[in-house]
């Protein structure tokens, strides 16, 4: 089955629950609602796959914090452009963009981001936090753009694009603020790559973060203390080599998108030496005494493990609400 495929059926099933009739555009916004809560700060899980495959049934990671109609982005992996519009959302309404760490499947899409923004009407300055070399990859994306923007200036009279500003985050502290919202970071531990963020969103109503990839970190469970909402990443140890041999993964039923070349003993070792373990991150959410804990970035994915299994895991060290993440669900 493909990914349009199965996003259409997961949005028959869901829509058929609530007993709800309606086109395919409605179906999709009537969906992407589904868990939300009736605040003002709402957060979209767009995508949750963990690592750069594509063509399987999530699409990679990336979330959006919403406050009336701004769009604050968190990471930019494959899709994250398409699921914006899909989740019901306006591309001009973005107003900043936030990458956790430089690996594919968080930042591929940023120029794609860039583009179609501008391009459904943005023209206003777009910022964009991150670790270094932001400014250059954000250059490097807009000189690839622009003989196509330069077109479309003449050929349709679009507004030319306005500035967009990269800001180089290699510390700790505040990150910006607005009328909606604060945000801070930490430095967090993923190796190879340094350095890589996690960030604190405060609005008038909530409190969110979101981990970046990691391993169980001390300086995030003070990021996020008291928060409503930590987005934590987790990899569960025990199937990941099943699910990184594609042969054991087909025979299962396991659908894992598109193949990863390299040595798959190294890229285990990578794994587990650079990310957490469900009931790790349940530690962190409880020693931060979070009031929810969602789990993103997942992997392997189902049905090699199930919701029930990250659940069970994370149970063992947190006490609270935990909820696996879906693409397009809304908290």
């Known amino acids: 089955m493909n990914k349009g495929s199965e996003f259409d059926r997961r949005i028959v099933l869901k829509g058929m629950a609530g007993g709800a009739l309606a086109s395919f555009s409605a179906l999709g916004i009537a969906s992407a609602a589904t868990g939300a809560t009736s605040s003002g700060t ?13 063509g399987g049934p999530r699409y990679q990671t990336s979330y959006a914090v919403t406050v009336g109609d701004a769009i604050y982005v968190v ?7 398409e699921q914006l519009v899909r989740a019901g959302l306006m591309l001009p309404n973005i107003r900043n963009i936030f990458i956790t760490h430089h690996h594919p499947d968080h930042n591929v899409d940023l120029g794609s981001m860039i583009y179609f923004s501008w391009y459904a009407g943005l023209d206003r300055r777009l ?7 932001l400014k250059s990859m954000t250059e490097n994306f807009l000189a690839a753009l622009k003989p196509d923007v330069d077109i479309w200036l003449d050929d349709i009279g679009h507004a030319p694009m306005s500035p967009v500003e990269a ?3 290699s510390a700790a502290g505040p990150v910006m603020q607005d009328d909606n919202v604060k945000v801070s970071c930490v430095l967090v531990n993923h190796p190879p790559v340094v350095p890589a963020l996690a960030y604190r969103f405060d609005t008038p109503d909530r409190s969110i973060v979101f981990s970046g990839d990691t391993t169980p970190m001390e300086s995030l469970a003070k990021l996020a203390k ?6 934590h990443e987790a990899i569960y140890a025990d199937a990941m080599r099943r699910s990184l041999n594609p042969s054991d993964a087909r025979s299962s039923g396991e659908t894992t998108g598109s193949s990863i070349a390299g ?17 790790a991150a349940g530690r962190i959410a409880q ?10 970035h997942i992997a392997p994915i189902l049905p090699a493990v199930t919701e029930k299994m990250y659940v ?4 063992t060290t947190f006490k609270g609400e935990i909820i696996v993440a879906h693409d397009l669900m809304v908290l």
Do not use: M, R
């Not at 709402?42 to 594509?54: D, E, F």
């Not at 008291?226 to 987005?231: H, Y």
């Open 42 to 54: 709402k957060l979209h899980i767009l995508g949750t796959q963990a690592g750069p495959s594509v």
């Open 75 to 81: 990471d930019a992996g494959y899709g994250a452009t």
């Open 127 to 133: 910022d964009v936090y991150g670790p270094p070399p």
């Open 167 to 169: 800001h180089e985050l």
């Open 226 to 231: 008291g928060a409503d909402i930590l987005v």
């Open 263 to 279: 040595d798959s003993d190294k890229l285990l070792q990578h794994v587990l030496q650079s990310h957490t373990s469900p009931e």
């Open 287 to 296: 020693e931060a005494g979070v009031k929810k804990l969602v789990f993103a």
């Open 312 to 315: 069970d895991k994370a149970a």
